[in-house]
């Protein structure tokens, strides 16, 4: 079983749609929870961290079930630049530091593509 | 804001060779990483770097695969003797102090091997 799992999509929707995606992971130790966007062949960057009471950033609403094991992320009214790939993204403590220093384990990505 | 800088962009090598990939961390990080992405697969956890030390290393992260910090700025990855299937984009992170936020990646080298 992979250790995060997306669905790879595509999704695609058409420009103000209301779309979510879903993840979830294996490991239980999993210590912090990340959504990363990446563009086609470019880094991955940081769009929010997720936490169990649930966050909200502009358009954009992560929320953490450690029950579950699950994460999800809603965007609200897309954009047209919404348009990449979506990264579910979980770090382990290592021995050394804090619960973000460890490895970044990350899904497969699902992408999203928003039309006019 | 600081940035990590990677180099080269792009990289082409002839199977074999030795390839060096350049990395320059945030100037107080203290953690540095090695990630790589084979073009239409997912992002894969290479090799961490503390304290002059590796921290953790995927079982990706061989023989052939070193890493250093000859300096007080620079990161590098190693490839001893470079295969087909180390075709891949190569990210560099590093991470704080603080440590509220996750890792900066840079924009990565792409690694072409002929």
């Known amino acids: 079983r992979k250790e995060v799992e997306q669905d790879p999509g595509p999704f695609n929707v058409p420009e103000g749609a209301t779309v979510a995606f879903n993840c979830t992971y294996s490991n239980s130790a999993s210590q912090s929870f990340f959504w990363y966007r990446q563009d086609c062949r470019k880094e991955p960057k940081l769009l929010m961290s997720v936490y169990s009471s649930g966050n909200e950033d502009g358009r954009f609403t992560a929320q953490l079930n450690r029950a579950s094991q699950y994460i999800s992320l809603l965007i609200r009214d897309s954009k047209l630049s919404d348009s990449a790939t979506y990264l579910c993204?979980?770090?382990?403590?290592?021995?050394?530091?804090?619960?973000?220093?460890?490895?970044?384990?990350f899904g497969q990505g699902t992408t999203l593509q928003v039309k006019p | 804001e600081p940035e990590v800088t990677q180099t080269p962009s792009h990289q082409v090598t002839q199977m074999g060779q030795e390839v060096i990939l350049r990395c320059v961390p945030i100037s107080n990080h203290l953690y540095f990483y090695w990630y790589r992405q084979i073009l239409g697969q997912k992002v894969e956890f290479l090799v961490s770097f503390y304290n002059n030390e590796i921290s953790e290393k995927s079982e990706i992260f061989d023989d052939q695969f070193s890493v250093e910090r000859p300096d007080g700025s620079n990161f590098t990855l190693k490839i001893r003797s470079t295969k087909l299937e180390d075709s891949a984009m190569y990210f560099c992170?590093?991470?704080?102090?603080?440590?509220?936020?996750?890792?900066?990646f840079g924009d990565g080298t792409r690694l072409s091997i002929l």
């Open positions: 993204v979980v770090n382990r403590r290592t021995r050394h530091g804090s619960s973000n220093t460890g490895k970044l384990i």
């Open positions: 992170a590093s991470i704080g102090p603080p440590y509220d936020q996750p890792q900066h």
